[in-house]
Structure formats: structure tokens, C-alpha cells
């Protein structure tokens, strides 16, 4: 079961192998988005809106897909850390910064 760490909230959480980053931290209560308008104005998890972006850690990470490719295009190349919450699949402990 892994265990995600939101650095900026100090909060650790397990999770069930296989679900969503963005589902459970906002399940959670922690959530991704830094701040209201983030909150209240992003696509819902479509991968469109950006709103969700994370930075994050751990061993075991599945590569960025094709929608967070198009999207972090000018990002990644910098920070390959960052992510969409929306599109990540957890499948080890991760830390996350809500950026
Ligand atoms: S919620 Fe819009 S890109 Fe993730």
C-alpha cells in the first residue's frame, strides 16, 4: 500500500495500488491545487487545464504520458519531476510538492 507525503501540507496518506494522484489527495482532503481559483476553475482531470501540476519523488514512477507530454512539453525538459496530478497512476511511495 503505498504512502504518499505532500511536503508543503506535512501529511502522509496510504493508498490503494493503481489510483489516481488527484482522486486521492482531494479525497483526502489535501488536494493539488494551491489555491482557490485553482480549486474551483480546472478541467476536472481531462489533462487540459494544467492547474494540477506536482512536483514529485519516488522510486518507482510511471513515465509521463502522451497528454502530460504535450502539456509540460516546455516544462519537462527542465523539471522532469513535475507531473499532472490528474494523469498519474500510483504505484509506489511518492513525495509530492503542490506547486
Ligand atoms: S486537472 Fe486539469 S490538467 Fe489536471
New binding site residues.
Partial sequence: MPELYFVNENKKINVEDGMNL?VVSNDSGVGVYSNIFKKLF????????????VRIEGEKIEPPNEIENK?LKKKLPKDPNLR????LTISSDLKIHTL
Avoid at 482531470?45 to 494540477?52: F, N, P, R, S, V
Avoid at 499532472?84 to 494523469?87: E, G, I, N, P, V
Fill in positions: 488527484r480546472n478541467c476536472r482531470g481531462k489533462g487540459m487545464c494544467g492547474t494540477c501540476l502539456k499532472l496530478a490528474c494523469q
